[in-house]
């Protein structure tokens, strides 16, 4: 990465590349920059985006130390059927990185793309992606890897496919430990939980590892929506799991749900999202119940407290890693 702004440039293009071909935009930046970029390429990708902080392997390739002081990689993916549409994707992205970086704002790397067939997805994934531990007894374990489990081990099972949510990024590490705290209070033993923006389903899966009777992941993305469905199944709480009782059921969607009020909400938002969806928010959540709110820049927390304050949710806790902060909310 550059130590100050530079000119960005496209590394490998895509023309027409046929159907099952997307283009990976990617943007090494900054933690404290890694909210706005993320921002810009997710108006140019349907295909979802995701966050990969700086990680080093231990454990003879079995674990891993995240460095929360090196600059993580920002990836986008935009389909490649039309070189016309996903030239024009490239230059938006760029043009707004530009202008980012005009704010003088933490260094932010050059864009770069390239091509990425979906059969060669999970084998581009596989570098990417170490067995985590999170909180006291959560782990996860990508589908590849080897885990010497421990007695109390709650171990998730993930391919993230084309979704977001490895658990590789503090947003997510935070809410995953927050849902972890939520059920060791016994919070989560028979609840109804929502899980909003569930990605690749991991926050969903903990939730009904953990004693949730029924959970519901919404997401706009398509993709989404199957890798959740996938992970559920291959974890045994998903439907058609053998073994084990289906819990968790996905659709593409938004809030309002239209489903009744619920115990638990889970909300791995931006903070723009969070200010927004204040009210929807609140009104999936029966009174007394808990809303676990992670993605908030250190430098949003007053702008969301404030405005879950001022719909009756009260924040109960707070917990913060790096530059990012999880907050555990009440409604009243």
Not at 145 to 174: C, I, K, N, S, Y
Not at 219 to 228: F, L, M
Not at 286 to 311: K, Q, Y
Request: include cysteine; glycine fraction near 12%.
């Amino acid at each position: 990465m550059a130590d100050g702004p530079t000119g960005r440039r496209a590394t490998r293009g895509a023309g027409d590349a046929g159907p099952g071909a997307w283009l990976e935009l990617s943007v090494a930046a900054d933690v404290e920059a890694v909210e706005a970029v993320s921002e810009i390429l997710g108006r140019v990708a349907p295909g979802g985006t995701s966050v990969e902080p700086a990680f080093e392997l231990t454990d003879e390739g079995l674990g891993a130390r995240v460095d929360p002081t090196t600059p993580a990689i920002v990836r986008a993916y935009v389909p490649a059927r039309d070189g016309a549409v996903t030239a024009r994707a490239v230059a938006e992205a760029s043009d707004a990185l530009g202008h980012l970086q005009a704010f003088g704002l933490r260094p932010i790397g050059e864009l770069t793309t390239r091509l990425v067939h979906e059969a060669d997805w999970a084998e581009a994934w596989k570098a990417h992606f170490p067995v985590l531990r999170v909180g006291r007894r959560l782990v996860i374990r990508p589908t590849w890897r080897r885990h010497r489990r421990e007695q109390d081990d709650v171990v998730l099972a993930l391919d993230p496919g084309m979704a977001f949510g490895t658990g590789l990024h503090p947003t997510t590490r935070l809410c995953l430990a927050g849902v972890e705290s939520i059920g060791d209070r016994g919070l989560l033993d028979g609840a109804r939980v929502l899980d909003v923006g569930c990605g690749s389903g991991i926050l969903a899966i903990a939730a009904a590892k953990l004693g949730a009777a029924a959970v519901l992941g919404v997401d706009t993305d398509p993709i989404a929506i199957e890798a959740t469905d996938a992970n559920a199944g291959r974890n045994g709480v998903g439907g058609g799991s053998r073994g084990r009782r289906s819990v968790v059921r996905a659709r593409v969607g938004s809030l309002p749900t239209g489903e009744p009020p619920f115990d638990v909400v889970l909300a791995n938002l931006i903070a723009g999202l969070l200010v927004t969806l204040a009210s929807p928010l609140r009104d999936e959540l029966r009174p007394g119940g808990v809303l676990l709110a992670s993605g908030i820049f250190i430098d949003r927390e007053t702008a969301v407290r404030a405005a879950f304050e001022n719909v009756g949710l009260d924040v109960r806790d707070q917990t913060v890693e790096g530059e990012w902060v999880a907050l555990e909310v009440v409604r009243r």
